[in-house]
């Protein structure tokens, strides 16, 4: 489809009209995860938003290890790539040398969730000034479909071919409720990418953790709950389903704390300052 391009063009009389646009900063690359993956609607999202805040320029992100590992190839601001589950330890390096800037994780359930428990619980009790996205897909989809914390209970994955048992494995870890109770948080929420209205929430929601950050708040979080259709043996339509039904029953969506810029902008881990010269304050905006 040909878009308006000038302005002769867009006063044409039924001369197609432009409603979206790829943001800059989402690179202009096709990428390598599988079809119906939730990833590229979660970068998307973050794309979006540094946009709307004018924060691409002032922005270092922590890539994971897992499926998103190559998030610095799609989204064209400032990486650093972190050993897996050790991405909250290195936001909190570059936090202390670049207090000016501002900071983004991005992490899988198994990287953040499993191998990485120490390391975000430590910031988030800290309450540092990150923003921190967490992508629960409930397997390891990088390495095979194994089972992780978040793996839901009778879910078949290649290391639970029988469906997870409680008394064998345990029980799903709701792990952003856990760190939602530690004061250093300051925003802790859980959005779907399941369909369009949902995505239009959970935006609202990254959106509302990054305005903490530039205002100064402390650790600020947002679960996306996403799909793996390969690692579930679903279609990316059931997986979508699926996404709707049990998942969401087991991880209920919506804002878990908010506990405001100005509580937490007094108390622990924010000593690196409040909203910082570089970074734009934006004020916030009500839920889409
Ligand atoms: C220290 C270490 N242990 C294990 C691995 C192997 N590994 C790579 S990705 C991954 C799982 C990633 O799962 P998740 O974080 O949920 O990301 P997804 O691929 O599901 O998006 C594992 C176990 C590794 N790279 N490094
Ligand atoms: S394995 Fe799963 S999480 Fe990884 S790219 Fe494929 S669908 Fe996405
Ligand atoms: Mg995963």
């Not at 950050?213 to 979080?221: C, K, S, T």
Request: aromatic share 6%; charged share 15%.
């Amino acid at each position: 489809m040909t878009l308006n391009r000038s302005p002769e063009l867009a006063t044409r009389p039924g001369a197609p009209r432009l409603i979206y646009r790829k943001p800059d900063v989402l690179a202009d690359r096709s990428t390598h995860y599988c079809p119906g993956c939730g990833h590229g609607i979660v970068h998307r999202l973050l794309a979006e938003v540094m946009t709307e805040l004018d924060l691409p320029a002032h922005t270092i992100a922590v890539a994971p290890v897992g499926c998103a590992v190559f998030a610095y190839d799609y989204l064209n601001v400032d990486f650093v790539e972190a050993p897996h589950g050790r991405a909250p330890a290195v936001a909190t390096g570059i936090r202390r040398v670049r207090p000016e800037a501002f900071v983004l994780t991005y992490q899988g359930d198994g990287d953040l969730a499993a191998i990485g428990t120490a390391e975000i619980v430590h910031a988030a009790a800290r309450g540092e000034r990150i923003t921190a996205i967490f992508v629960n897909n409930g397997i390891y989809g990088m390495t095979g479909g194994q089972m992780a914390p978040t793996t839901l209970l009778g879910q078949k994955t290649t290391s639970s071919p029988s469906g997870r048992d409680a008394a064998l494995m345990g029980y799903p870890i709701r792990i952003t409720e856990m760190l939602a109770q530690l004061p250093g948080v300051t925003y802790a929420a859980r959005g779907s990418i399941a369909d369009a209205p949902l995505i239009g929430k959970l935006k609202a929601m990254i959106k509302r953790a990054c305005l903490v950050q530039i205002e100064g708040g402390g650790f600020a979080l947002v679960e996306a709950l996403s799909n793996c259709p390969v690692g579930w043996g679903m279609t990316p339509q059931e997986s979508l389903e699926h996404l709707k039904g049990p998942v969401v029953e087991a991880y209920p969506l919506g804002v878990i704390v908010d506990r405001g810029v100005a509580v937490a902008a007094s108390g622990a881990g924010t000593a690196a300052g409040g909203p910082s010269a570089a970074v734009p304050v934006v004020a916030a905006e009500p839920e889409a």
